[in-house]
């Protein structure tokens, strides 16, 4: 009877202490900001980097939330450039005015491809560029995406790349407007503008060794996201300036110098030899020697898609 007794008295404490703890489990506050328990990429990742994957992933954040925090989980490096990144991407989205409440999801394998490739990146000036493809691919208003195409180039690029890639889309798009109408004034917009662009070739590009530059050149070319500028030198119409007429005969040295320039292209292009300065036209006096180059319509779409804007402004040294 005495054992009975004790093991009654057992039970019922442990059942007092169980009902307290329960008690204790409503009442408690949550931590999170909804109020309820944290989600797996919460757990793993800072508050802003968590969001941003639930708003990226949609409905299947809770269906691969588990699986990427663990896999983030396992690489404490990747963890840190994703948040990084993420950091970059909120501030993009603000820079841009974008509505929270409006962001497009994106297609999971999108976001677990781009999650694999951008976590390997700690270089300041390539997050920014995975930044500014995530903002737009979640803009509502555009029907860009996080597509595979642009995934495997920023997989590819290391800040010798990123580099030139900035230098050229800001000769291609900046454009001289100044105030003042007259020649004095477009004069006075182009210094202004070509100084801002050698500027910003000092700092991303030209600091780095010649033998970085041409294999960041050959990568690029790789990617087929830069070419070299012809300028359509030898043209039909250029080749008859050098003729009295179309019934002329050919010129044996015209002839040869068009067969050398096409020459140095293919060969430059291959990787097996480099552009020629004399062959390849620059701007007039403006020691910019970036301008032997030229975006591809794929590298121009990327940089488009990456709304460097802000890149070529924050870019650092």
């Known amino acids: 009877m005495e054992r009975k007794r004790t093991w009654h008295k057992k039970s019922n404490a442990t059942l007092a202490n169980s009902t307290i703890m329960n008690k204790a489990d409503e009442t408690e506050p949550d931590d999170t900001l909804s109020g309820q328990s944290p989600t797996p990429l919460q757990k793993s990742l800072s508050q802003t980097a968590g969001n941003l994957l639930e708003r990226m992933l949609g409905p299947a954040a809770d269906e691969l939330g588990t699986y990427l925090g663990d896999q983030i989980r396992a690489w404490r490096f990747r963890q840190k450039n994703i948040e990084e990144i993420a950091e970059k991407t909120s501030e993009e989205i603000k820079r841009r005015g974008l509505d929270n409440n409006r962001l497009k999801s994106l297609p999971q394998g999108d976001v677990y491809r781009a999650m694999d490739a951008c976590s390997l990146e700690d270089d300041e000036t390539v997050q920014q560029l995975w930044a500014g493809l995530f903002a737009s691919a979640m803009d509502p208003d555009k029907s860009i995406s996080a597509s595979k195409v642009f995934v495997d180039i920023l997989r590819s690029l290391g800040p010798a790349e990123t580099g030139l890639l900035l230098v050229l889309h800001q000769i291609e798009t900046r454009r001289p407007e100044p105030e003042d109408k007259t020649a004095k004034g477009y004069a006075a917009a182009r210094k202004l503008l070509l ?68 020459e140095s292209l293919s060969l430059a292009v291959s990787g097996t030899g480099k552009g020629s300065p004399a062959t390849i036209p620059k701007m007039e006096q403006e020691k910019i020697p970036e301008v032997i180059f030229e975006l591809t319509s794929l590298g121009r779409s990327l940089m488009d898609a990456c709304n460097v804007e802000s890149t070529n402004r924050d870019a650092p040294s």
Not at 219 to 246: P, Q, V
């Open 195 to 262: 100084e801002s662009v050698r500027t910003l070739a000092d700092r991303v590009w030209r600091r780095r060794s010649s033998s970085e530059r041409e294999k960041a050149v050959q990568n690029l070319m790789r990617l087929r996201c830069i070419g070299f500028r012809t300028g359509k030198r030898y043209s039909e119409r250029a080749l008859l300036r050098w003729h009295a007429d179309r019934e002329a005969p050919a010129r044996a040295d015209v002839t040869a110098k068009a067969l050398d320039y096409l």
